[in-house]
């Protein structure tokens, strides 16, 4: 799913093309892609765009009149930039077109199970309806993030990627930032004091604002492309590296699996040297699952 960085790198270059242009038209070709009814799609077209706008994870489009399109790309849903929009809508993968005099948006969503989702919007209150209510982390000084952290008591893992507590942290960023902060993705926020409250704090910054300055520089006056925005990139220390050497203690990254997400992180730096229990391998193994780091190293080469 893009998150804050890709989603501002989004929101930059949409507004540099699109911003005073006219919407000319929007061609749906998914019927699971729209989700309301009222106002109408219709209603937006012919609208001046004012400019784009972020909530959470959504991206918003800010249109004359009040109006705003609420666009949730979800896991897999990716925008394209194209001087000339595309003959047709529809298919597997192009589920809707965003039609302007200076080019088009498409919206693709690759997989069989389409959840972008395409809100029209009418008013700020309507839109308020969208916010999940997380806080811009980045906006956050110390005390303002260790109160909104601590005002639930959850693991650091579930804290970071919810959207009712921060805006636009998800399943990669949350890796690294944990990794920066050598802290346990397991660790309660109960049970943290001022000082890793203080460090994570500054991951958090580092990470988001490192992370959307370098793409920034990469991208320069481009658009991104589909394959570009993933949450595998190179510089990336934990998330997507499992069985890798970890960058700054050289032990191997490990994960943990839940349903269709994974937890990446390096025992030796962040959970003093303890092998989190995997859902599949540990119950699988029982008492026989490692008890250091270096013993999951062994077995996952077959040492034992």
Same mark, same amino acid.
């Given at each position: 799913?893009?998150? %804050?960085?890709?989603?501002?790198?989004?929101? *930059?270059?949409? #507004?540099?093309?699109?911003?005073?242009?006219?919407? #000319?038209?929007?061609?749906? @070709? +998914?019927? &699971?892609?729209?989700?309301?009814?009222?106002?109408?799609? +219709? $209603?937006?077209?012919?609208?001046?765009? $004012?400019? &784009?706008? !972020?909530? @959470?994870?959504?991206?918003?489009?800010? %249109?004359?009149? =009040?109006?705003?399109?609420?666009? *949730?790309?979800?896991?897999?849903?990716r925008l394209k930039w194209s001087a000339r929009p595309p003959a047709k809508v529809g298919g597997k993968v192009l589920l809707a077109v965003f039609e302007t005099a200076a080019g088009a948006v498409s919206l693709l969503e690759a997989g069989s199970r389409k959840r972008a989702a395409l809100h029209v919007v009418a008013g700020r209150d309507a839109l308020a309806e969208h916010d999940p209510g997380g806080l811009e982390p980045?906006?956050?000084?110390?005390? $303002?993030? $260790?109160? !909104?952290? !601590?005002?639930?008591?959850? #693991?650091?893992? !579930? +804290?970071? #990627? =919810?959207?009712?507590?921060?805006?636009?942290? @998800?399943?990669?960023?949350? =890796?690294?930032?944990l990794w920066h902060a050598q802290l346990s993705p397991l660790q309660t926020t109960a049970r943290l004091d001022e000082v890793q409250v203080a460090r994570l704090h500054t991951a958090v910054q580092s990470v988001l604002q490192e992370a959307t300055a370098r793409l920034q520089r990469e991208l320069g006056d481009g658009f991104p492309e589909p394959a570009a925005v993933t949450a595998f990139r190179p510089e990336f220390a934990t998330h997507g590296k499992f069985g890798q050497p970890c960058p700054r203690c050289a032990g191997l990254i490990e994960r943990i699996r839940y349903a269709d997400t994974e937890t990446n992180y390096c025992p030796r730096c962040q959970t003093g040297g303890r092998p989190l229990a995997d859902r599949g391998l540990s119950t699988l193994l029982k008492q026989d699952w490692p008890r250091t780091a270096e013993e999951l190293e062994a077995l996952r080469r077959g040492e034992l």
């Open positions: 799913m893009p998150e %804050l960085p890709d989603l501002e790198l989004y929101r *930059h270059a949409l #507004t540099h093309r699109l911003q005073g242009q006219v919407l #000319t038209r929007v061609r749906v @070709g +998914s019927p &699971f892609l729209l989700r309301t009814w009222e106002p109408s799609l +219709s $209603a937006v077209e012919g609208r001046l765009i $004012a400019g &784009f706008e !972020r909530l @959470g994870k959504r991206l918003v489009w800010v %249109l004359a009149d =009040d109006l705003f399109l609420v666009l *949730h790309l979800m896991l897999a849903g980045l906006d956050l000084d110390l005390p $303002a993030f $260790a109160a !909104r952290l !601590r005002s639930e008591n959850h #693991t650091l893992k !579930r +804290s970071l #990627t =919810d959207p009712r507590l921060f805006a636009g942290i @998800g399943n990669a960023y949350s =890796d690294e930032i």
